[in-house]
């Protein structure tokens, strides 16, 4: 059972949120619990759909990014990012199993994505304070200034879902509703 309460439909969060999680079925052809759950800030909302809007124009592809978020969910024990990173994964990335359970230990089965999962796992791991090194090796991969720059936004993004979802301890519900 949710802490924090999960509206049951888009009508039942502020009038502020209708609009974005309209747009969210719309895309989605359902509007996740996570979703519904952030809605009751419109503001919070907004922002992490801005977020991910953006990053869907990165340099870092969307691959890389559900690496990273697996790797994020791993490290900050949140089972319900796990399982729709997972879920995306396989479903939208097109990640096999072994991928995933390296993703998911903080490293990637590619060489250039290993690279970039594993300085976000050392991101985590260290709360930003990474070494010259860690630096080094992700630009060693052929990473640039701006791939990092979205590795550490990919990682904000992902640690606060991680965060909403264990505060709210939100309920893992794969088939959705709108």
């Not at 070494?131 to 991969?141: G, I, K, P, S």
Request: charged share 15%; hydrophobic share 45%.
């Amino acid at each position: 059972m949710s802490r924090l309460a999960i509206p049951a439909s888009i009508d039942g969060t502020p009038s502020g949120s209708h609009a974005a999680l309209h747009a969210v079925a719309k895309s989605l052809g359902s509007v996740p619990n996570l979703f519904r759950l952030v809605a009751h800030s419109p503001a919070a909302l907004q922002g992490y759909l801005g977020i991910g809007a953006a990053l869907r124009g990165a340099e870092l592809d969307g691959r890389t990014q559900t690496r990273i978020a697996l790797a994020v969910a791993e490290s900050n024990g949140c089972a319900y990012c796990l399982a729709a990173h997972a879920w995306l994964g396989r479903h939208v990335a097109k990640l096999d199993d072994a991928e995933i359970a390296a993703n998911r230990g903080g490293h990637s089965n590619d060489p250039r994505a290993d690279a970039a999962v594993t300085f976000a796992s050392t991101l985590v791991r260290s709360r930003g304070h990474v070494t010259d090194a860690a630096l080094a090796a992700v630009r060693a991969q052929g990473w640039s200034d701006a791939a990092i720059v979205e590795i550490v936004l990919t990682v904000a993004l992902n640690t606060f879902t991680n965060y909403v979802n264990e505060v709210a301890r939100t309920e893992i519900c794969l088939l959705y509703t709108s």
